[in-house]
């Protein structure tokens, strides 16, 4: 069963590229990465979800190397507002699911 | 827009007694989940429905129960909550498309049990 390991907190500032990592050593054939970003007193929030190669959205791209054991999320020019807790979502076939403990996003002006 | 909506945002509880939290979408989905979150452990499921009447247990079923009578609508029970039941509850909701989809959460019970 694929486990998924992330940093517990990273910090940037307005205007970087910010790229968080997530660490999913056995993930199996069927099995999809997704990611989510939580806000206080609010429940998480889909940003992206791959399988392979690179996926982009309005939002985020997400990187998945060809061995997909570990998938990067990028957020392009971050604001202040983007500072949450983003988790990495391991998902397979009948409804494994395998949440990372999430990482915490600070961004400083 | 897609709405998950748990019934209380807070909740206070003596230990011993029978909990109810409600969680309703409006979009038709086939598949309910209910998470808990604690500090430092992200997203734990407790049990998941993927039809009416139908539930399968998630990874931490003990000391719970669900219903899911409508398809609408699915209740989380704590039959005797316990103070290390005192956590934030999320309820979510997603569509059976036959992949791995977006699930919409609701805003979450922090239930406290004293």
């Known amino acids: 069963l694929a486990k998924t390991t992330q940093p517990i907190s990273m910090d940037s500032y307005e205007g970087q590229e910010v790229n968080i990592t997530c660490s999913h050593n056995?993930?199996?054939?069927?099995?999809?990465i997704t990611w989510y970003q939580q806000f206080p007193s609010q429940g998480p929030r889909f940003i992206i979800q791959?399988?392979?190669?690179?996926v982009t959205n309005e939002v985020a791209s997400l990187f998945i190397p060809a061995d997909r054991k570990s998938s990067t999320l990028s957020l392009p020019r971050v604001s202040l507002s983007d500072t949450a807790v983003y988790y990495c979502l391991v998902e397979g076939s009948n409804y494994q699911l395998i949440w990372g403990a999430g990482t915490k996003l600070i961004i400083k002006p | 827009d897609v709405k998950v909506t748990q019934s209380s945002r807070y909740l206070v509880k003596r230990t011993g007694e029978k909990v109810f939290l409600e969680c309703v979408q409006d979009?038709?989905?086939?598949?309910m989940f209910w998470y808990r979150q604690d500090p430092g452990l992200g997203l734990r499921l407790i049990y998941f429905s993927y039809d009416v009447k139908m539930k399968e247990k998630g990874d931490i079923p003990e000391g719970y129960s669900v219903s899911r009578e409508k398809k609408e609508r699915f209740s989380l029970i704590l039959e005797s909550a316990s103070t290390n039941q005192t956590s934030m509850y999320l309820c979510?909701?997603?569509?059976?498309?036959?992949?791995?989809?977006?699930?919409?959460f609701g805003q979450g019970t922090r239930l406290t049990v004293v």
């Open positions: 056995n993930i199996a054939t069927n099995d999809y």
């Open positions: 979009m038709d989905h086939e598949n």
């Open positions: 791959g399988y392979k190669t690179k």
């Open positions: 979510a909701s997603r569509a059976d498309t036959g992949g791995r989809t977006e699930a919409f």
